[in-house]
């Protein structure tokens, strides 16, 4: 059984920072792809940053320039830092991780959530 558990969500004022992290734990023998989605009240889930096992990125436009993915594969971690906080990054944010495991093959993992608040 595999799980992702998030941690580092928080309040925090306009142009504040905080860093996102996701350890994957459990039967994992390897991991592909892990990113970061987040859900605002009302809206559809989106992706914020993703990042391969090999290291490629990729990040939604609204975050470009803001936002860094990062990863340390010996510790099956995933990070986000976030800088420049706007109101409009308010949401759930959500680790996700395609990871192959033994008994699975490979399948999408999602952690619970964390929630990122940014108000003055």
């Known amino acids: 059984q595999v799980q992702l558990v998030e941690s580092g969500g928080g309040l925090v004022q306009p142009g504040g920072s905080l860093r996102l992290s996701c350890a994957a734990?459990?039967?994992?023998?390897?991991?592909?792809a892990m990113g970061w989605y987040r859900q605002a009240p009302g809206k559809q889930r989106?992706?914020?940053a993703a990042i391969t096992s090999g290291g490629s990125t990729n990040y939604a436009d609204s975050v470009k320039?803001?936002?860094?993915i990062s990863?340390?594969?010996?510790?099956?971690?995933?990070y986000l830092q976030m800088n420049s906080?706007?109101?409009e990054d308010t949401a759930v944010y959500y680790c996700n991780a395609e990871i192959w495991t033994v008994v699975a093959?490979?399948?999408d993992y999602w952690g619970q959530g964390?929630?990122?608040?940014?108000s003055s």
């Open 85 to 87: 906080l706007k109101p």
């Open 25 to 32: 734990s459990g039967s994992i023998f390897h991991i592909h």
């Open 46 to 48: 989106e992706l914020v």
């Open 65 to 68: 320039g803001r936002f860094t």
């Open 71 to 78: 990863r340390d594969n010996a510790k099956n971690t995933v």
């Open 114 to 118: 964390t929630q990122v608040t940014v």
């Open 105 to 107: 093959g490979t399948s």
